[in-house]
Structures are given as structure tokens and as C-alpha cells.
């Protein structure tokens, strides 16, 4: 009997069982799939198994491992492309359906329970603000629908089932799939949601529903599978596309709900804003009723006009005469009231900046108006082209905020991320058309579509090419063909180029006003870039450039000398190429280029003179610090000689360790001077000498000092003296401490005009040695203790000293 057979199998069926053959059932890799087992081999004796036995049924299992294993591949092709195929389905339901985050979860969960086979699904939204809370719940339950995609239902609702708290808020937490066999074995699971109903938790799979960018927006639960079973790993790998495929639906879901309240408030924005940017109809009727005077009562053909004068009422008559001098609101069957409605809001919608603002935009329509009349321009362009050309001169600073477009660019402003380039260009003409499309103000309500559409198109052109940046881009192009001669304004891209080269040389026409209005007109534009720079400082931290600069206010000439060559004299000797009857804006631009250039000299020449003071007032103050240096030098050196002086003037309980002097023979002295008596040595005075090392009296080491002035002796004086010195020295070495005469010989009156000499007297010490005297001729007595051995040996110089 073998161990491994068990016996109560055959007890159970009845069965004997004598022998087995049991062998695996691998694939082709070697991998075994399975086992098979042969009981009872049929023979007339009962025999066992052989070898040979082994080796058939070895032979049949191999084929039975290939077909087993080509039987697994199709099944799990077979549940692969049923995945597939639900998961295609679940991505046309999201796509499709972005309008309602209800209807699509409802889809989702459809999908996923027909797949799964489950009782229960569960989807739960996270609330943003508030973390740890479901801000909605949507549930489904087999018995809501056949599998026929027939079910729907409205929300958001309350959910009819309920939330497992402890579970669900764990996924919501830690973003962790969870798969429990068995609920109630699980602490985390809550058996009251059981309660008061037939229904019970068996297993759950709960996933959290996360963004592409991992952010958790819900939570997904499925409950009990139909069979009977536990979620497997399969259910989990198919649930977790479920809740990929929903967090992407969810997610793009929101974002157009979002989107779309957006543009809801936009539109409430717009009608609230329109409302108040559209002048009241009151004004309108009023302006209406005005008397208009005529243009030369304005002068509004002079290119020389100048609006100083005018209040904003009569800059708004001026304009209304303007318009009809051209016949556009005839032309065009634009009523007189809407058209007085459409200017007062334009008005209205330019801010209170220091220069672009309503007064600029009046100056600049001036200026097209005098060169469609004055300089019969109107004769090349069209009316379509002339009314397209007034209203973008009128609004093509709509709403300038008194920056440029490289600080919109800069501070990052909603403009800047509104427009790519010609920021500021593009926003006005949007507030011109926001204008134009508002009731009451619409000007072009009678034109056909076609009229309208195209000047619309020349609109947005004619306000884009006030951006200087596509000035510079096109004028190129512009200048060589006006200078050829061979121009035909009836190209398309060449009158393009017309209008955007008329219209900058309105915007800029201030430049060729009289030297006054000029002046004045520079000094605003000069205020709003300081401003520009103000902010650019304060907000920025930046340094401005030298135009937006407030602290380089004084190189405004060159700036404008530069500004005239560089923009405004081209554009101008291009025009008038077209027509001469358009010279007196170059006129008029060269007379203050050569304004502004004697004006730059000017401030150069001060620059000059205040950088040749500053200069000059630097080289004094160098010279003075260095005379004070030189000063202070010479201060300190005579005070070091005071105090050494006064170190000489210590009174006799002065200890006097070290002495360094250096001596000065006399040179041709009289007689009764070199022979004067004691007294007369004594009452001489001596001044320079170098003393180290005071300190107080030590009465067992008295020394005394005294200077003696020296003066040329006869020679048997220096002898005698000579002998009496050697006497004296001799003494002092015997007494070994006795006085000691300190002079050094000096072996005629024509000796060395500066003799110097080491001397140390009393108990020891360093050496230091004396600086040069200002007096000649001092010698020094005194007694000493402890002297060297030079000083008691003597020299032969010693022995002819003088006493």
C-alpha cells in the first residue's frame, strides 16, 4: 500500500482501486498545466502499469499539453477582446457624453457591472473643499436594468444605498485599490451599512478615480459578484481601465462644465459691461440736436490744427463735422442719432491716461481727415477704405491703460496671455467691435454682409498697423516701391500698405505740429513713460529704459532727435512721394528735428560744463585731502620731536636706561666762544637726542646726565684733557662704577660735519640709536654702572677728547 494513496475515496465511491498511473501535462516550454492519472490498467490478470504503458500515455499527454494550451490562449483572447471592446465602448461614452457629470457616471457604471457581473456599483466624487467628504454619490444595483443600456436616471440624488465609510474613506485617503473576500472579517468594514435590509456584503473592490495627474476626484466600489465568487486579480486589472477610463471622463467632464459657467458669467459680464460702456440715450438725443459748425470754423484742413483751444464738447462737434465732410454716414445709410450714440461711447471708453487717451484719438482722426481731404487721398481710396481708416483712428487706442505692450508682456497680464503679439493693438480693436455690435451704437447695421464683413477687415488692419513693431515690418517693402515710381495703387497689397503707412503717420503726427503745440504734446508723452518707468521700478525692480526713465528726463531732445530719424521723418518722406499736397507734415517734422537738435546741444553743452565743475570741484577736493595729508604728516613729525624733547626735560629722579646721540661738531667758532667759563656751557642750550627706557629713580644705581655744547680747544687743552679723560676713565674702571666721561674726540675743527656714535650707560638695555640733532656739537657726562668692554678699554680716538 502506498502512504500517498488516500483510502477514502474508494470507501466513498465504492470503487477498488489497484493501481495508478499519474503523470503532468506540460506545455511547450516544460511549463506544467496540468496533471493526468490512469487507474486500473484492464488486463486479464490485473497487472500493473508498465514501461510501455508510461511511454503511450507520456506520448498522449504531450499532444494534450499543446491542445490544452492553444485552448487557454483562445479563451484568454476571447476574454481580451471582450475587454477591448467594452473598454472602446466605455471611451465613445465619455467622449460623446461631456455635457452631464450624471449621465456619464451613470454610463460608466453600466458598463462596468454588465462586465463584472456584480449586485452593487458605487461611485462617490470627492468634495475639493472639503476632504473626507463625498459631495456625491451615485449608485446602481443589478435589478435597475436587463444589460440593454435602456437604464437611466436623473441626479444628483441622495444615494439609495449605504456608504461604507470606512472602507471608501480609506481609498479616498491613501489612494489604494482595495479587494476583501470577506467583508466581515475586515475591521475596516461597518456591518450597520446591513442593517434594516436582506441584503449582504460579501466581498468588495474598492479603487480610487484619479486624473492623469494623479490627483483622487472619487471613489469606485463594486459588491458581491453574481457567481458567488471574490474578485480575482483579472476583475481588478479590468476595473482599474474602469477607473482610468472614468477619472479621465470625470475629469474632462468638470472642466466643460466649468468652462462653460465661465462663459456664462462672460456673457452676463459683457451685457453688464456694454451696458455701461454704451453712452445713455439721452446724450445722444441732445448731440443730435447741436448745431455743427463747419470745418473751417475748426480748422480742421490745416495740418497745423491745434485742439488746446477746444473743450470736449466741440472736439465732439468737430468729429461729427468730420464725418460728414466725407459723406460716410450718407454713403452708408448710418442713422445720425446711433452715430452720435456710437462717438459718445467711444469718449467713454478711452481712460483718463496723461496722452493716449480721447484728445490723442481726436488728433489722430484730424490728421486722416486733412489727408483724405487736403491731400486728396480719397481720390485712391475707396469710401469703404476712407470709413474704415476714420473709425480705427477714433477707437485705435480704446482702453490704453498708459503702458506699452512690453509691459503687458512683463507684468504677465491677462492681456498678454489674451493676445500673443500686438497685445495692446488687438484689445482695441475688440472694444471697437464690442461697441459697434452693442445695440444703439451699432453703425454698420445697415450695411449688406458683404460691405460689413470687409470693413471689418480693413478696421482690424488699419487699428493692428498702429503697432509699430509691424511698422517697421512692412514700411521696407512700402519705400521701395513709392520710390520707384512704378506704384499701382490698384494691387490690393499695395493699398494694404497705403492705409497701414497713413495710419501710422497719424498716429504720430504731433511730431509735426508747430514748435509749441510740439513741445507741450512731447512733455505728455513724456509723463505717461515716466509713469510706465515708475511701475516698472516698484513692481518690476527693474530699470527702466532711458524713455521710461523719470532720472534721464534731460536726454529727451536726443530721444526725440532719434524717434524723428528713426519712425517719423521715413514715413513722412515716403508719403509724400504719393502726393505733395502731403509735404507739409515733412515740413513740418524736419522744423522740429532741427528744434530738437538745438535743444539736445544745449543740454549737451550744460552736461559738458556741469561734468567740467564736477571735475574741477573733485581736483580741488583731491588737492585739499592731499594738502591735509601733508598737513597731518608734518604735524605728527614735529609732535614726535616735542615729545621727545620733553622726554629730555625729566627732572633728576629720571632713570635713564639707554642713550643714542648723535653728535655734530662745531665748525669755526670765535675764541671767547670756544674759551667761554662753565657758566657760559651751562646756560647753552641743547635740543636733540633719543632717550629709551624711563622709568623711575633707582637709588642704588644714581646716574646723571648733563650736555655740554662742544667748541674747538687749543691743542694742549685737548691734551691735558685728553689725559685727565683717560685719568677718569681709569677710575671709573677700577671703581667699577665710578664717573665716566662719554665724549667722543674729534681730531680737528674740520672734522666730520655728522659724527654719530652708540652709547649705554647704567644697568644694560637694547641699544637705540639717536637721531640726527638740528644743533651741532653735543656731549654727554654721566655715571654709570656695568659698562662694555669697549667703553673701559677706550680707543685712541678717546684719549684726545675734549673735558
Known sequence: MDARFNREIDLRMGYKTRSILSMPIKDSEGEVIGVAQAINK????????????????????????????NAQLYERSLLENRRNQVLLDLARVIFEEQVNV????????????????????????????????FSQVFDLQASDFDNDDSYNRAGPHEPRFPVNIGITGFVAATGETLNIPEAYNDERFDPKVDEGSDFVTRTILCMPIKTVSGKIIGVSQLVNKMDGSAFNKNDENLFEAFAIFCGMGINNTQMYETAMRAVAKQRVALEVMSYHAIAPEEDAVKLKKVKIPSAHHYNLLDYKFCDFHLDDD???????????????????????????????????????????NWRHAFNVTQTMYCMLKAGQMNNILTDVECLALMVGCLCHDLDHRGTNNQFQQKTMSPL????????????????????????????????????????????????????????????????????????????DDNRNLLRSMMMTASDVAAISKPWEIQKKVASLVASEFFEQGDLEKETLH???SAMMDREQADKLPDLQVGFIDDICMPVYEAISLVSSRLSPLLEGCRQN????????????????????????????????????????????????????????EEDEDTVVEN??????????????????????????????????????????????????????????????????????????IEGGGGERTCIPSTSSATSSPSVSKYFRIGRGGSERKAHSSKRRGFACQGKSRGTDEQDRSGSGDRSGGQS
Open 542 to 544: 527693474l530699470k527702466p
Open 42 to 69: 484492464i488486463s486479464v490478470q490485473d497487472e500493473p502499469f508498465d514501461e510501455h504503458d508510461e511511454k503511450v500515455f507520456g506520448s498522449y499527454l504531450a499532444f494534450c499539453g499543446i491542445g490544452l494550451k
Open 659 to 732: 642713550v643714542n646721540i648723535r653728535l655734530i661738531p662745531f665748525q669755526g667758532k670765535d675764541a671767547g666762544e670756544e674759551k667761554g667759563t662753565k657758566k657760559d656751557v651751562k646756560s647753552k642750550s641743547w635740543r636733540s637726542a633719543s632717550f629709551g627706557g624711563i622709568g623711575k629713580k633707582d637709588k642704588s644705581n644714581e646716574e646723571k646726565i648733563s650736555l655740554v655744547k662742544l667748541g674747538e680747544q687749543p691743542q694742549a687743552a685737548r691734551s691735558e684733557g685728553g689725559k685727565q679723560g683717560e685719568t677718569e676713565r681709569s677710575k671709573g
Open 416 to 491: 498678454a496671455e489674451l493676445y500673443g503679439t500686438s497685445t495692446m493693438e488687438h484689445h482695441h480693436f475688440d472694444q471697437c467691435i464690442m461697441i459697434l455690435s452693442t445695440k444703439g451704437s451699432d453703425i454698420f447695421r445697415n450695411l449688406s454682409h458683404e460691405a460689413y464683413d470687409q470693413v471689418l477687415m480693413l478696421l482690424e488692419n488699419a487699428i493692428l498697423s498702429t503697432d509699430l513693431a509691424l511698422y517697421f515690418r512692412h514700411r521696407g517693402k512700402f519705400f521701395q516701391l513709392v520710390k520707384s515710381g512704378n506704384s499701382s495703387w490698384h494691387d
Open 102 to 133: 450624471d449621465h456619464l457616471i451613470h454610463k460608466i457604471m453600466m458598463h462596468t457591472q454588465s462586465l463584472l457581473q456584480c449586485e452593487r456599483c458605487q461611485v462617490m466624487l470627492v468634495d475639493d473643499q472639503k476632504k473626507g467628504i
Open 593 to 648: 528735428r532741427e528744434n530738437w537738435l538745438m535743444q539736445a546741444r544745449a543740454v549737451n553743452k550744460r552736461m559738458e560744463e556741469k561734468r567740467a565743475e564736477v571735475a574741477d570741484k573733485d581736483k580741488k577736493e583731491d588737492k585739499v585731502d592731499a594738502d591735509k595729508k601733508e598737513s597731518d604728516r608734518e604735524n605728527k613729525k614735529q609732535q614726535e620731536e616735542e615729545e621727545e624733547e620733553e622726554e629730555l
Open 314 to 356: 466741440n472736439t465732439l462737434k468737430a468729429t461729427i463735422r468730420m464725418f460728414l465732410d466725407l459723406n460716410l454716414l450718407k454713403n452708408f445709410n448710418i442713422d445720425y442719432e446711433i452715430f452720435c450714440r456710437w462717438m459718445l461711447s467711444v469718449k467713454k471708453n478711452y481712460r483718463n491716461v496723461t496722452y493716449h
